[in-house]
């Protein structure tokens, strides 16, 4: 039987967890290797030309050492700028993860979306040209929140982060005009959804947040193609930039479907 296909999931952190999850969930049958690069995290607060510049040789020196048949970069700050460099520079099939703000526009009813991303992502080029080109009439609020992401990490690394913290930066997304107020928020930044439960709880009043974990984990699945063969329960690898020694086995293995991540 051929061997399992390897899948690359890298992010500025722990945040693409949220996207491996789902793509280990359609795919158990893979291997994956976990990339955070925490020595540079957290993106949001780079220039374009400092992530370009990171992020494009650090992927070829990952293909190279792993071999992937098929690396997702699980992170908008650094999709909405890198993934036509990738694409030239190195011949594995690549997915991004880029602000859904097509869907969002989509299902909205009040016409009025929230974008809620790294300052980086609300900024690009890339994100007003999806704004233009899908908000379908709707009238599109960008949230840049600088503190979110390393909120998220910290919570998922055991600390206690306050709800206060987590409400001042989501606080911009709800836009009340009288007669129409936000009913959906585009999380747009891979670590958000790691606080979803928090997120809920602390809006002001209830909205959709859009996820784009699963369809990101589709498109994968497509690209793949051949049929879910048994889960592999040995594939997973955890690794970090910084070579901090990883203590949170515990905490990633439902990321990885219950694997133990080496
Ligand atoms: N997880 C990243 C994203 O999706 C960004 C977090 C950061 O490094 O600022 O945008």
């Known amino acids: 039987m051929a061997s399992p296909p390897t899948i690359l999931v890298f992010d500025s952190g722990l945040g693409g967890l949220t996207v491996l999850r789902e793509i280990v969930s359609s795919r158990p049958d893979a291997h994956y290797v976990y990339v955070a690069d925490d020595a540079f ?11 370009i510049a990171r ?6 020196e990952l293909i190279a050492a792993h071999a992937p048949d098929l690396v997702v970069i699980a992170c908008n700050t650094a999709s909405t700028l890198v993934m036509a460099h990738l694409r030239s520079a190195y011949e594995v099939p690549f997915v991004g993860t880029v602000p859904a703000i097509k869907p969002a526009c989509a299902s909205s009813k009040t016409k009025r979306v929230s974008v809620l991303g790294t300052k980086g992502t609300v900024k690009r080029e890339y994100t007003r040209k999806l704004i233009d080109d899908f908000a379908q009439g709707c009238e599109v609020t960008l949230v840049g929140s600088a503190e979110l992401a390393a909120l998220a990490e910290r919570a998922l690394s055991g600390n206690a982060v306050s709800d206060e ?5 989501i606080a911009p997304c709800f836009v009340d005009h009288g007669n129409a107020r936000t009913d959906t928020v585009v999380l747009a930044c891979t670590h958000y959804p790691l606080l979803l439960d928090r997120l809920k709880n602390l809006a002001p009043w209830p909205v959709d947040w859009i996820d784009p974990a699963p369809a990101i984990a589709r498109r994968v699945s497509d ?3 051949g049929p879910v063969r048994e889960a592999d329960t040995a594939g997973a690898k955890m690794i970090f930039t910084s070579k901090r020694p990883h203590t949170l086995s515990k905490a990633l ?10």
Not at 41 to 51: A, L, T
Not at 55 to 60: E, F, N
Not at 253 to 262: I, T
């Open 41 to 51: 995290f957290p993106y949001g607060h780079h220039s374009e030309e400092q992530i």
């Open 55 to 60: 992020v494009v040789p650090l992927v070829g």
């Open 165 to 169: 913290d987590i409400a001042a930066e």
């Open 223 to 225: 690209l793949l193609g």
């Open 253 to 262: 293995m439902p990321f990885f479907g219950g694997r133990v991540p080496a």
